[in-house]
């Protein structure tokens, strides 16, 4: 069976500081994987998605970016963290179907 | 024309009574509409989806119901449990690696 995972569960950073936000799916070749933000009591913004190593789609421009170094991980980074960026990162993975399957985020605050 | 118009924003219902969540949309050539439950600090988990070839999915005490005509469709839950207090998400998708997502339904239930 498949399995996502996300670290780290929880960080404070302050402003100007980098980010590294790490996600790797288990028991599945060549999946899409996707970044989303969800603000406290919003819905989900999706940031960037991926169809494969290194093909990826910005969605929202911003300061942050991702990469794929590999075909079951997914990373997103920042070189200057903002007080906009705290939030909850979702990371979700799908294989030729609609459904996507998230993970259990990471909760960023920028103070 | 991309979006998912989600309503109520929260809802409050009594345990036992029915919960009802709509969601509408513009494009008609969606054609993968799922529900999405989640619960405070974790990620989306698919509660159940539909495609447009059917005007009714149930699965438990969950039923999807979907009007094509009028471009709508929306999520009961039957005799709603406290444990059913959650957050939920209606999205759809058509023939793409991306879902649209509605903004949300906060649905809490009280004994």
């Known amino acids: 069976s498949q399995t996502i995972h996300q670290w780290p569960a929880t960080l404070v950073q302050p402003v100007g500081s980098p980010l590294s936000l790490e996600c790797t799916v288990e028991g599945t070749s060549n999946p899409n994987l996707y970044w989303y933000r969800q603000a406290a009591g919003r819905g989900l913004q999706l940031l960037f998605y991926s169809i494969g190593i290194d093909q990826i789609s910005s969605e929202v421009p911003q300061n942050l970016s991702a990469s794929r170094p590999q075909d079951r991980q997914f990373i997103l980074s920042s070189k200057k963290l903002l007080l906009s960026d705290s939030g909850f990162y979702l990371c979700a993975w799908s294989f030729r179907t609609d459904t996507q399957y998230f993970g259990p985020g990471t909760r960023l605050t920028v103070l | 024309q991309q979006q998912v118009k989600q309503s109520p924003q929260s809802l409050i219902v009594q345990k036992g009574g029915i919960s009802i969540i709509n969601c509408a949309y513009e494009?008609?050539?969606?054609?993968?509409f799922p529900w999405y439950q989640q619960f405070p600090g974790k990620g989306p988990a698919l509660l159940i989806a539909?495609?447009?070839?059917?005007s009714e999915k149930k699965e438990g005490r969950f039923t999807i119901s979907f009007n094509k005509s009028a471009k709508q469709f929306s999520l009961h839950i039957m005799d709603s449990q406290p444990g059913d207090s959650a957050t939920y998400f209606c999205?759809?998708?058509?023939?793409?690696?991306?879902?649209?997502f509605g903004t949300g339904t906060r649905l809490q239930v009280f004994p």
């Open positions: 539909i495609r447009p070839d059917v």
């Open positions: 494009n008609t050539a969606f054609d993968y």
């Open positions: 999205a759809a998708a058509w023939n793409t690696d991306k879902l649209i």
